[in-house]
């Protein structure tokens, strides 16, 4: 299993993901799932996986190889350009880069489907793409495996890809498109935290990217392991703060304190 | 959806269920899921439910015609009694009451599954029992809906069934088997909670039943509406508590803080 998240904010981007991989539950590997590509000084895309392993390498191979090959140069000043000329050199809007990103997944998946099918494998993988080019906000999009999209907006500005259930709660009572960076940071690394404590499919190294917007480079990059410094004294502060937090909650009625009586029916 | 968990204490049992139903996003109801059978002075059950709503009604009400018809007076006697002759009132050890319910819910599926089945709605329960029969040890059991159970135990005080991710965090960090009966309940409340703010098909009112050890009696029966002072103080400190411990997280090395520094690596 996997857990990745993106956090888009006023100052600019966080994005977070495991690197726990899993065929099976006698298979566990450590594998990196975020990804930034730099294909023009005008232009950042931080690119995060959940899914088939093997399909997330291939589009990301293909995307490389895109960027490798001689480029189809007029496509970047041509107005009119086709949508299958656009990739993340020739992109003028994020959701071009998207768009781009979701038709290279479904290519892959096309590809590799009629053997998986038979194995009763998915092909599926589901990709969240932060980033910015220059002249436009920096945006955070969603791209299912069917390779439509939608981007995350003020009202929430998270999005988040596989084992999602378990670091939501978090997200749902702190995340605000005013956090700072780091407070962005922090909670995307609680919320990691939380899901690796509930799931063992999810598990450190942490990687966390933090992209301050109009940079258009990377503002921090860490890789937390599980005997980091930073993480350990994130999770510890986390979890003796929650239970600190437990131990001061209102008492019910009967209880000696008396605060916040509880309604009580006849048993 | 649906949300129930339960808590089997060093001090007795804790029991707690949401109370909404949905047959798609367009029909919501409230019903409880949360019921208290004491057929003898000698012994109280508490059975909450997940799933089909139908199939969990069936199953209450057989379990009440068992009780109600004449009873198999032999059986509650007879050591050597046949598994099918057990019901409530004759089982001796919990395990065979859990047994019990779990042949009931599978009855109650096989009598409709043929329609279902052809409609493609599954009728299947997930139960959840505690009690205490007297003379034997207080317990909680999963019941599957194929009619095997299991116990939580003192390594993993909790059970949970419906939509259970959203609010195992909490129980992750703070469930004990030492836990006082009443930190028993407000955990279970804050599970709930959680798990109603990040998933709307879960809400209140909340139903929470408080079981002293040998005392063959419920001991509290809650019921908190979204609106009683207990919910909105329990709710409200919980939330603001946890913002709390999140203001004071430690800061990144890049910080002014400068507390717990974070690894680095190149971008």
Same mark, same amino acid.
């Given at each position: 299993?996997?857990?990745?998240?993106?956090?888009?904010?006023?100052?600019?981007?966080?994005?977070?993901?495991?690197?726990?991989?899993? $065929?099976?539950?006698?298979?566990?590997?450590?594998?990196?799932?975020?990804? &930034?590509?730099?294909?023009?000084?005008?232009?950042?895309?931080?690119?995060?996986?959940?899914?088939?392993?093997?399909?997330?390498?291939?589009?990301?191979?293909?995307?490389?190889?895109?960027?490798?090959?001689?480029?189809?140069?007029? /496509?970047?000043?041509?107005?009119?350009?086709?949508?299958?000329?656009?990739?993340?050199?020739?992109?003028?809007?994020?959701?071009?880069?998207?768009?781009?990103?979701?038709? &290279?997944? &479904?290519?892959?998946?096309?590809?590799?489907?009629?053997?998986?099918?038979? =194995?009763?494998? =998915?092909?599926?993988?589901?990709?969240?793409?932060?980033?910015?080019?220059?002249?436009?906000?920096?945006?955070?999009?969603?791209?299912?495996?069917?390779?439509?999209?939608?981007?995350?907006?003020?009202?929430?500005?998270?999005?988040?890809?596989?084992?999602?259930?378990?670091?939501?709660? $978090?997200?749902?009572?702190?995340?605000?498109?005013?956090?700072?960076?780091?407070?962005?940071?922090?909670?995307?690394?609680?919320?990691?935290?939380?899901?690796?404590?509930?799931?063992?499919?999810?598990?450190?190294?942490?990687?966390? /990217?933090?992209?301050?917007?109009?940079?258009?480079?990377?503002?921090?990059?860490?890789?937390?392991?599980?005997?980091?410094?930073?993480?350990?004294?994130?999770?510890?502060?986390?979890?003796?703060?929650?239970?600190?937090?437990?131990?001061?909650?209102?008492?019910?009625?009967?209880?000696?304190?008396?605060?916040?009586?509880?309604?009580?029916?006849?048993?």
């Amino acid at each position: 299993m996997t857990y990745c998240l993106g956090l888009a904010l006023d100052e600019g981007l966080v994005m977070a993901a495991d690197s726990r991989t899993n $065929a099976g539950v006698d298979y566990v590997t450590t594998f990196s799932k975020l990804h &930034v590509f730099q294909p023009a000084a005008d232009r950042i895309f931080i690119l995060m996986s959940a899914g088939n392993l093997a399909t997330t390498q291939e589009v990301l191979n293909r995307i490389r190889r895109d960027l490798d090959q001689p480029r189809d140069t007029a /496509a970047i000043t041509d107005p009119h350009r086709e949508r299958s000329r656009i990739d993340l050199l020739s992109a003028r809007y994020l959701f071009e880069a998207a768009d781009y990103v979701g038709r &290279v997944s &479904v290519g892959v998946q096309r590809d590799h489907a009629p053997t998986l099918h038979q =194995s009763g494998v =998915s092909a599926e993988t589901t990709l969240i793409l932060g980033g910015q080019i220059a002249g436009q906000p920096h945006g955070l999009y969603l791209i299912y495996p069917q390779g439509n999209y939608f981007a995350a907006s003020p009202q929430t500005p998270y999005l988040q890809i596989g084992e999602t259930k378990y670091g939501k709660p $978090a997200l749902d009572r702190i995340a605000e498109p005013d956090l700072s960076l780091e407070n962005g940071a922090r909670l995307c690394v609680v919320s990691l935290d939380a899901t690796s404590r509930s799931n063992v499919t999810v598990g450190p190294p942490f990687e966390v /990217a933090i992209y301050a917007k109009d940079s258009l480079t990377l503002t921090h990059r860490l890789k937390l392991t599980a005997d980091s410094p930073a993480l350990r004294s994130l999770s510890y502060s986390w979890n003796e703060g929650i239970r600190g937090v437990f131990d001061h909650l209102p008492r019910f009625d009967w209880e000696a304190m008396g605060e916040a009586p509880a309604q009580r029916i006849p048993t």
